[in-house]
């Protein structure tokens, strides 16, 4: 199987956008009412401005975290629109979770901007980092190295800015801090999840340590939808998906949530029901892979898991 990230380069990546915001509380919410009512609202500033009640820097990077989360799509002149896959979660009256209550939503949301923005700081952590803890001087030289091969000029301030934004996105940083370079912090949503915590230590350079096993909320059909959308950007035409690609595929479920193989298994050995009998896991010596019917294909087990991205 091709792995679905090969044709990305590193040119395509992103360093910047966020104007020194993480996503805060309420901000997708909003977003998603905006668009919906004016898909031309970022088209003029001033009225983004008044119409969202933030700051132009703000309004800038609430742009950016609407595209980073697979929220919407469009340009600010031709106008954004709600995508199937906010609609299929946001709308206030068909959407599973309008007012994001679940954290089963926030493990969406961190699949999404995880596996679609192809944001620099994401990829480094989420699959180059292989260790379950970092320095925060040895994630900057990764970003940083990640720029070069992409022949990025970037200054060290920016990549600074970069991963101190995807830091604050996941661990809270409950400590003096140079507000300098993040302008008045406030807890993103996804700290909520606990997949990063800074590490209380005597040394001068911070560690971060991610949190590799269970996760509260992520349910059998949360795990299941990133399973498929892995899979149908991989390949939709196979029908078979080994445990070694869930497990290390690139932006895979197990590398994304920070699984241990013991906590795939735990899913893998329940998919048969939860799918009807649509996806079988076979473990044995010789096969530890995931097959599907020949029936069926990604796209449609989703929508059967109730994650209908054509509905508005």
């Not at 029936?295 to 989703?302: A, G, I, N, V, Y």
């Amino acid at each position: 199987m091709t792995d679905r990230t090969d044709a990305r380069t590193n040119r395509d990546e992103r360093f910047s956008g966020h104007e020194s915001f993480v996503c805060r509380y309420g901000w997708l919410r909003k977003l998603f009412d905006a668009i919906s009512s004016d898909p031309t609202i970022f088209a003029d500033e001033e009225s983004a401005i008044l119409t969202l009640g933030i700051g132009k820097n703000m309004v800038r990077s609430i742009r950016f975290w609407g595209e980073a989360f697979s929220l919407m799509e469009g340009t600010p002149t031709q106008g954004y629109h709600p995508t199937a896959f906010s609609r299929c979660l946001l709308n206030e009256h068909t959407g599973l979770d309008p007012y994001l209550e679940d954290r089963n939503s926030l493990w969406l949301l961190h699949w999404k901007i995880a596996t679609n923005a192809n944001l620099a700081a994401w990829n480094v952590a989420l699959q180059d980092i292989q260790d379950h803890q970092f320095t925060r001087k040895r994630f900057l030289e990764l970003v940083y190295l990640r720029g070069r091969r992409g022949n990025k000029e970037l200054a060290e301030s920016t990549i600074k800015q970069h991963t101190d934004i995807f830091l604050h996105t996941y661990a809270s940083m409950n400590h003096h801090y140079d507000a300098q370079m993040l302008d008045e912090v406030i807890g993103s949503p996804l700290q909520e999840l606990g997949l990063l915590k800074r590490s209380v230590t005597d040394v001068k350079d911070d560690i971060f340590i991610f949190d590799i096993g269970p996760k509260r909320g992520l349910t059998t059909k949360t795990f299941l939808y990133a399973l498929l959308d892995y899979w149908e950007k991989c390949s939709s035409s196979s029908k078979t998906l080994s445990l070694k690609e869930i497990m290390f595929g690139r932006l895979g479920p197990g590398a994304v949530f920070k699984l241990s193989e013991f906590d795939v298994l735990q899913y893998l050995d329940i998919v048969e029901d939860i799918t009807d009998g649509y996806l079988q896991f076979l473990d044995s010596a010789d096969v530890r892979s995931l097959h599907m019917r020949r029936e069926t294909d990604p796209s449609s087990l989703k929508i059967r898991l109730g994650f209908d991205e054509t509905r508005s």
